[in-house]
């Protein structure tokens, strides 16, 4: 099988897999379609330019980091302070590992509770807060469907064209 061809199904493989990475939390979405990418300029089927794989790089770089704060700037949003922000993070990571792929979601919410609480304010704020950490998780996820899709498009684009 020709070598071209391999590295043209694994992109392919990982253009899928990361689309679908943008809403399973447990798959890295933005950085599995970028290495599609990256493995399309590689082979014989499409012409992918450094240029365009540096834009693509960056914005893959910024949602992944924005995944992150995203959720920390919802409880802000919506009443959450320090405590209810740090908790979002805290949260965030132990719902990874303690109880996934769920965890990823309920965490922050549950993380930003817990901040707000320890840092005295009545439940009804801290579950408002919680719910921004909601919020920002439905944004950064997004954020990132967005660029996912664009990348997909741009990998369709490369290879019709």
């Known amino acids: 099988m020709d070598a071209s061809l391999v ?4 992109a392919v493989i990982a253009l899928v897999v990361g689309v679908a990475g943008c809403v399973l939390p447990a798959l890295p979405g933005a950085p599995l379609c970028f290495a599609g990418l990256v493995l399309l300029k590689f082979t014989d089927w499409a ?3 450094t240029a365009a794989l ?4 960056v914005l893959t770089l910024v949602v992944s980091l924005a995944d992150y704060f995203v959720p920390m700037l919802g409880t802000k949003k ?3 302070g320090r405590y ?3 908790g979002c993070v805290a949260g965030s990571v132990a719902g990874i590992f303690l109880f996934p792929p769920l965890g990823i979601l309920i965490g922050p919410f549950v993380g930003a509770v817990v901040g ?3 840092d005295g304010k009545p439940l009804e704020n801290a579950i408002k807060a919680g719910f921004g950490s909601f919020v920002g998780f439905l944004t950064g996820m ?7 899709l664009g990348m997909t498009i741009y990998f369709l684009y490369a290879l019709i064209f």
Request: aromatic residues 12%; glycine residues 14%; hydrophobic residues 65%.
């Open 7 to 10: 590295l043209l199904v694994i």
């Open 47 to 49: 012409s992918v330019s």
């Open 54 to 57: 540096v834009i693509w790089g």
């Open 78 to 80: 919506f009443g959450g």
């Open 84 to 86: 209810g922000q740090w």
């Open 116 to 118: 707000e609480l320890i």
């Open 142 to 148: 997004l954020m990132k469907l967005l660029v996912c």
